[in-house]
């Protein structure tokens, strides 16, 4: 069974502190991707990833960076927390192969709060 | 600017056909469209996708239109557990453009 794992289900923290969020695929994908979920605004691409050290720019990267040092793992940083940081943190990952037709997996999200 | 756009929400009475609409008149013609549910508490999965000719799979139907301005899910018989927000998605590469979803009720 394909599984994207994330690390936390609900994390809290404070303004200022530094957070991880980290995601886990064991599909051997080469992709994986970072979203934010709010209320009204749907699913929002923070950054992505093709390959191990590469990344991309999203549609609202600021205030985010990302590692991927490793091909199963992505993490998603937040160097200074922030409350409009609080949100539903969702890691996803696909392959390249043609034949997967892009289909993303998706992991169980992270609540993040920030106090 | 949204690439999708869904009516926010409907209800279908179970056991009975839903169709769930979606208008993408920016498409470009090496967009395809694909159709993924978020069900309560759990990270969006895959239902169907497709390019120009309507698709069929075992979850859903997908009906393109011939100018491709507009897409929409059916699903035949509408079950409790089918009740979900359905996101309908343009792929340009491998960037995902989710609109806000339909969230989909479904009567018993």
């Known amino acids: 069974d394909v599984k994207v794992t994330q690390s936390s289900r609900y994390l809290v923290k404070r303004t200022g502190e530094k957070v991880f969020l980290e995601c886990v695929q064991d599909?051997?994908?080469?992709?994986m991707f970072w979203y934010r979920q709010d209320p009204g605004l749907g699913l929002r691409l923070i950054y992505f990833?093709?390959?191990?050290?590469?990344?991309e720019k999203g549609d609202i990267p600021e205030g985010y960076s990302v590692s991927r040092e490793k091909k199963e793992r992505f993490s998603l940083i937040l160097e200074s927390a922030s409350t409009n940081q609080t949100s539903m943190y969702l890691c996803?990952?696909?392959?390249?192969?043609?034949?997967?037709?892009?289909?993303?997996?998706f992991g169980p999200g992270t609540r993040l709060t920030v106090l | 600017d949204a690439k999708t756009t869904q009516p926010n929400s409907m209800e279908s009475n179970e056991e009975e056909p839903v169709h769930l609409p979606c208008n993408h008149s920016?498409?470009?013609?090496?967009?395809?469209i694909h159709w993924y549910r978020q069900l309560p508490s759990q990270g969006p999965e895959y239902v169907i996708h497709?390019?120009?000719s309507n698709v069929n799979n075992r979850m859903a139907s997908l009906a393109i239109a011939e100018d491709r301005k507009s897409s929409t899910l059916i699903l035949h018989r509408a079950t409790l557990r089918d009740a979900a927000v359905y996101y309908c998605?343009?792929?340009?590469?491998?960037?995902?453009?989710f609109g806000t979803g339909t969230s989909l009720t479904v009567i018993p």
């Open positions: 990833s093709y390959d191990v050290k590469m990344k």
């Open positions: 599909m051997d994908h080469e992709n």
């Open positions: 920016t498409i470009s013609g090496t967009d395809y």
């Open positions: 996803a990952s696909s392959s390249l192969d043609w034949s997967s037709y892009n289909e993303q997996f």
């Open positions: 497709g390019l120009t």
């Open positions: 998605i343009l792929i340009t590469g491998n960037q995902f453009y």
